[in-house]
């Protein structure tokens, strides 16, 4: 098994998926001649020439809108967004038109579209370039949403995602795109709505997606070595559909649960969660479940105080006492 | 098999007053259930036909398990889903919740108590719901155990303790010592191992709870009952007079009324404990052991300190009653804030009960007998005495408000006008 970064990881799906399909096509700005923006793209447009690899205006409403449109026409489009911030332009396309086409047709359009790019914060782009619309988007019966947390699953399922024949909205994240793992050279998916337990334990269940479970795992060691603390931790991979039954299955062995999300609180996936748990495994909790999230304010541009904002290790594991008490 | 009581975990199906066919309607009487407390009547609450029995009469089942199935005319019975029952085996898993056609038999509800305040030990005690469910699987009573969550929340752990708890301290479990049979074949009794009901289990489960987990104390008093037999000779006298409705006042009754009044002198007795806190009890909730063939129960006089001598006779003499025949709803067997024992008529001189949780503390009351006594003027004379125990729950209760609660029983005992007032 080879080992490389998450950006490599993503690269190598597309080109895999550009490579078995000639319905694939990548769209975004900066995606073809610039390599994209984060270089994900890199050496695409030299593969499978112009016609495969096609670059956008500045115009996210436009360019979704194309996207959705050849999808419903047979193409299966990958389109790159420099931020899912910039989503919030296109919410029409992706909401409306994408994610309603097929129940409105009865079923007769379908609508394999991707939506790609990186969806966080924590890098100093301020307010407007931070967004994670994780929550926002999966709460539309429509719509799939993933977030990939190691190279291993951004591979596996973003190769999902191109195979899909519902749009499928892929939520990176830039801090994560030199993040090492190994990806086994064999063709493989990671299915949609399947989470997967990153690590096992007994006596708390965490469950995270995205860059929280790389946080909330290094949490899980810190409890174990200072603090004697068993910790499982479940990573959703999917938000939308969402594995209930491996969340359940976790708290019905620890009887504790502890929820981080680098997302607002308000509203956040982790809401769900946390009612999904009540309602269908109340008889099981030991403790309140808790909630470790962003800090409830637009993202915030001092670089320190952003560092401050974001879950950290820290703070995930003084949360977990709080559960463990 | 509906859950009739907060500690209920299996029924036994004392008998059905119905035969498959048959049509009920809304209320109809389908059968009896015993519980751990009592005999309670089964009500209909799906009018419909019985389509099948699944429990036989004496068959001993888990909360849950189905017992019959009620529906439309000719429809087929669902297989039941819980396994069949087993006779005079509690079963440890409670099954599923039956299929909607399954069971609908409720209690006839027990009568509503109006004034009472809610007492429910389990309500307000601060559980997860995980160690609840793990207390009601291992038939603990969470109320009785000290939680070290947050708050005083009984947690899973808690439980855990208290489960694996009893079985350290004390050897259970059936003793497979080999006892000779006897040497000329005719024993007082034959050799047997007899299945125990639901009473009995509680009462084992519950006293060793007790005494395991509550540290005890003990107090004794002699008390000169000499007033208090005149009293209650000359009362009675009077009371006879007014015929077919006349009460006869027990000496227990006394006893009763004189409890709640020391109660309100002492009131530091009339408390719980509460895992981090001592809950101080407004209301005297008075239960008293009423001993039946197979076992005892505690009924409850709610609001003790407000009743009359008369009104606490009349009360104990109706619960006395319903205990005997097993009548007495949860309702009434629960919330007690004290208890009265009372082995007196045995001629039992003096003992100590173990405390009925969450009760700070229990009285025991010995015969009233005749012995040599030292008077006031240092004359040896005829006394009639009677030796009080009260057995406390050293968190809540220290030695000396323990015997003031005793001096008060006492002076109250010695000047019984003092009740009337």
Known sequence: MAVISYREALRAAMREELKRDDKVVIMGEEVAQFNGAYKVTEGLLKEFGPKRVVDTPI????????????????????????????????????????GNIRYMSGGLINCPIVIRGPANGGTNVGATHSHTPEAILASHPGIKVVCPATPYDAKGLLKAAIRDNDPVYVM????????????????????????????EGSDLTIVAHGRAVITSLKAAEVLEKEHGVSVEVVDLRSIRP????????????????????????????????????????????????????????????????EDQQLPDVNRVVREALKVLA | MP??????????????????????????????????????????????TILKIYAPAGSQLPVGAPICAIGKKGEAAPEPSAPAPKAAAPATAVPAIPEKTEVSCVPAAPASSGSVAPQSDASRTKASPYAKRMAEKAALNVAALSGTGPGGRVVGRDVAAAASAPAVAAPSGPLNVAVAPPADGKGIQPDADVPVGGMRQTIARRLLES??????????????????????????KRLADAGADAIKLSVNDFILKASAEALRRVPAVNASWAGTSIRTHGAVHLSFGVALEDGLVTPVIRDAHAKTL?????????????????????????????????????????????????????????????????????????????????????????GANGAQFLQALKQLLEEPALMLI
Not at chain 1, 61 to 88: D, H, T
Not at chain 1, 177 to 194: A, M, R, S, T
Not at chain 2, 18 to 33: C, H, R, S, Y
Request: net charge negative.
């Open chain 1, 59 to 98: 115009s996210e409403a436009g360019f979704i809108g194309l996207g959705i449109g050849a999808s419903m026409l047979g193409i299966r489009p990958v389109m790159e967004l420099m931020f899912w911030s910039f989503s919030y332009v296109a919410f029409d396309q992706i909401v409306n038109n994408a």
């Open chain 1, 172 to 199: 990176e994240n830039t801090i994560l795109y030199n993040d090492k793992g190994e990806v086994p050279d064999e063709d493989y998916i990671v299915p949609l709505g399947v989470a997967d337990v990153k690590r």
């Open chain 1, 242 to 305: 969402l594995d209930e039954e491996t969340i359940l299955a976790s708290v019905r062995k620890t009887h504790r649960a502890l929820l981080v999300e680098e997302n607002k609180p308000f509203c956040g996936v982790d809401a769900q969660v946390a009612y999904l748990i009540q309602s269908k495994a109340f008889d099981e909790l030991d403790a309140p479940i808790h909630r470790v999230s962003s800090i409830d304010a637009p993202q915030i541009y001092c670089k320190r105080l």
């Open chain 2, 3 to 48: 859950k009739l009581s907060d500690t209920m975990s299996v029924g036994t199906l004392v008998k059905w007053n119905i035969k498959e066919g048959q049509t009920v309607a809304f209320g109809d009487i389908l059968g009896e259930v015993e519980t751990d407390k009592a005999t309670m009547e089964l009500s209909c609450t799906v009018p419909g």
């Open chain 2, 211 to 236: 005494k395991v987990t509550v540290p005890h104390f003990y107090l004794e008093v002699e008390v000169d009952a000499a007033p208090l037999m005149a009293m209650r000779e000359s009362l009675n």
């Open chain 2, 310 to 398: 008369k009104d606490i006779a009349v009360e104990a003499k109706s619960l006395i009653g319903k205990a005997r025949s097993k009548k007495l709803t949860p309702n009434e067997m629960s919330g007690s804030t004290f208890t009265v024992t009372n082995l007196g008529m045995y001629g039992v001189t003096g003992f100590f009960g173990i405390i009925n949780v969450p009760n700070a503390a229990i009285l025991s009351v010995g015969a009233t007998i005749k012995k040599p006594v030292v008077d006031a003027q240092d004359r040896l004379v005829i006394g009639h005495r009677m030796v009080i125990g009260l057995s406390g729950d050293h968190r809540v209760v220290d």
